[in-house]
Antibody
Framework: QMHLVQSGAEMTKPGASVTVSCKAS????????IHWLRQAPGEGLEWLGWINYKYGDTNYGQKFQDRVTMTRDTTIATAFMELNTLKSDDTAMYYC????????????????WGQGALVTVSS | DIVLTQSPAILSLSPGERATLSCRASQSIKLSSLAWYQQRPGQAPGLLIYEASIRATDTPARFSGSGSETDFTLTISSLEPEDFAVYYC?????????FGGGTKVDFK
């Protein structure tokens, strides 16, 4: 069973950038997508986008198109999400998640989740 | 974007009772590509149900999903203490992936 380990909490200022990493252990990501999501304190889940681990192509949510960059390093089985021009309402727990266990013709739900990385944006 | 509306926002029940959670989509979800997740406090969400009605590996049999097109339901037949949590529906058939606002099942 895949295990995703994310980088630690970050505290940063408005206007700055943050990078969160997500490392797969036990298995690699294979050819699936690595999704990034976030959850503001006391709120629901919001999808930022995905990166295809094998080919590196990306699909970003329109809201984040101009501010997010997703990359991966296959040599270390790690994906990265950079969010720039941070604002206070970017304060949230950021999760990576991936697929693979329950894919079908209908698509792939999110089977495996990282533990989350809390990003706090405050002056 | 497909908007998912969950109801009720809060469901107050006792252990042993039946829980019925609703998820309504703003447009038809293709191939029933709808999932349910459980999130306990301080934890990441975990997959319960996918393709509207198929239990994920390790999901207890007391959880069941039903529905199609725009109306979906998650039922917990008899609540166990560990089931008191927040539940989210999610559609994964159309980009962008979207989630409902969640239903919190708490103790009456």
């Amino acid at each position: 069973q895949m295990h995703l380990v994310q980088s630690g909490a970050e505290m940063t200022k408005p206007g700055a950038s943050v990078t969160v990493s997500c490392k797969a252990s036990r298995f690699t990501f294979n050819s699936f997508h690595i999704h990034w999501l976030r959850q503001a304190p006391g709120e629901g889940l919001e999808w930022l986008g995905w990166i295809n681990y094998k080919y590196g192509d990306t699909n970003y949510g329109q809201k984040f198109q101009d501010r997010v960059t997703m990359t991966r390093d296959t040599t270390i089985a790690t994906a990265f999400m950079e969010l720039n021009t941070l604002k206070s309402d970017d304060t949230a727990m950021y999760y990576c998640a991936t697929e693979g266990r329950h894919c079908s013709g209908a698509g792939c739900p999110l089977d495996y989740w990282g533990q989350g990385a809390l990003v706090t944006v405050s002056s | 974007d497909i908007v998912l509306t969950q109801s009720p926002a809060i469901l107050s029940l006792s252990p042993g009772e039946r829980a019925t959670l609703s998820c309504r989509a703003s447009q038809s979800i293709k191939l029933s590509s709808l999932a349910w997740y459980q999130q306990r406090p301080g934890q990441a969400p975990g997959l319960l149900i996918y393709e509207a009605s198929i239990r994920a590996t390790d999901t207890p049999a007391r959880f069941s999903g039903s529905g199609s097109e725009t109306d979906f339901t998650l039922t917990i037949s008899s609540l166990e203490p560990e089931d008191f949590a927040v539940y989210y529906c999610q559609q994964y058939g159309t980009s962008p992936l979207t989630f409902g606002g969640g239903t919190k099942v708490d103790f009456k």
